[in-house]
Structures are given as C-alpha cells and as structure tokens.
C-alpha cells in the first residue's frame, strides 16, 4: 500500500443558535457545511442536560449570509417576529471527519464551542418518524448541567434596539 492514512482532526466549522419569537417561540440551530447552513427548529431549544432529547425538526438550508442574522421580521412576512442570535461559535466532528457524510447517516456527533453550548452532543435522526425529526443530546461531560434551565436572549432593551429586518431568506 502506498502512503499512509492519516486521521485528520476535523476543522472547525460555524454553529449559530437564534432565538425566533414566531407565532411559537423556538430555536433554530444551524451547522455551516458544505457552503449552506443545514438547520434544524428546536421547539425547546437547546439543553445541557444530557437527559433531555430536544426535538431538532430539519428544515430548509439557509446561506451563509443568514449566519448572525437579527432584527424583527415584519407582520406579513413568514417567520414574523424577533430573531436574535442566542448562541454561537464553532463545531468539530467528535466522530468521523466529513460532516456532510454524517449528517447523510443519520448521526453526528460534535462537539460544540459556543459561549452557552460547550462540550459533545450527539445530533440523530429518529428512526420511523418522519423524514425530518432529529434529537439533540448532550454528552455526558464536563459541560453537562443536570439542573439546566434554557436561558433568554431576547431582552426589552435588545428588543428596543432590534430594526424590522426581512431575512436574505424564507425563515423558519
Ligand atoms: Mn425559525
């Protein structure tokens, strides 16, 4: 055999968390890969409770340029309402080395650099129910909280200061 396979650590990519004060508050997760960001709507958010499944619901693909988005998106528009960022920072791979292939397998596990979401978790899609149910767990780690309460980002002073902005996209 020539040449050696070498276990590359996998590089660091963009996760973001926004806060989305639509019709039903919820949390859109979003992992940068291959160009877009594959994203997914928490009805409860993220959890630091490594007993908590959080319902993940993929949806659509969102640009790159959405990555930090805040503002009120206005009555008429789809997802209206206050979007503002409640976490963000980088992910790895904790298994495997190309994201796109373990999103593909119904599995990844990662691990999160944010300032709220730190350590593993693992994100898969549950088996027979439906195309686009995911879970998001945290692992077991130094960063687990067993008495994890999700906490707010949308202030009144953020909401004051925040423009009525129409996403570069159709919104979750
Ligand atoms: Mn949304």
């Known amino acids: 055999m020539v040449g050696k396979k070498v276990k590359h650590r996998s590089t660091r990519m963009r996760f973001l968390v926004q806060e989305h004060h639509a019709r039903q508050l919820h949390y859109d997760f979003r992992l940068e890969m291959s160009g877009v960001l594959k994203s997914w709507a928490l009805p409860k958010g993220p959890s630091l409770n490594p007993a908590d499944k959080r319902l993940a619901v993929m949806v659509d693909d969102h640009p790159l340029e959405y ?46 650099h944010g300032m709220i979401l730190k350590g593993g978790f693992t994100l898969v899609k549950m088996k027979g129910r439906g195309e686009n149910n995911w879970l998001l767990i945290k692992k077991k780690d130094a960063y687990s909280q067993a008495k994890w309460i999700l906490p707010r980002a949308l202030t009144k002073e953020k909401e004051a200061g925040l423009q009525e902005r129409v996403p570069p996209c159709k919104v979750d």
């Open 67 to 112: 990555f930090g988005f805040e503002g009120i998106i206005p009555a008429g528009h789809y997802g209206a309402g206050a979007v503002v960022v409640w976490d963000q920072g980088e992910y790895s791979l904790l298994e495997g080395a190309d994201p796109a292939k373990a999103l593909e397998s119904g599995k990844m596990v990662i691990e999160l």
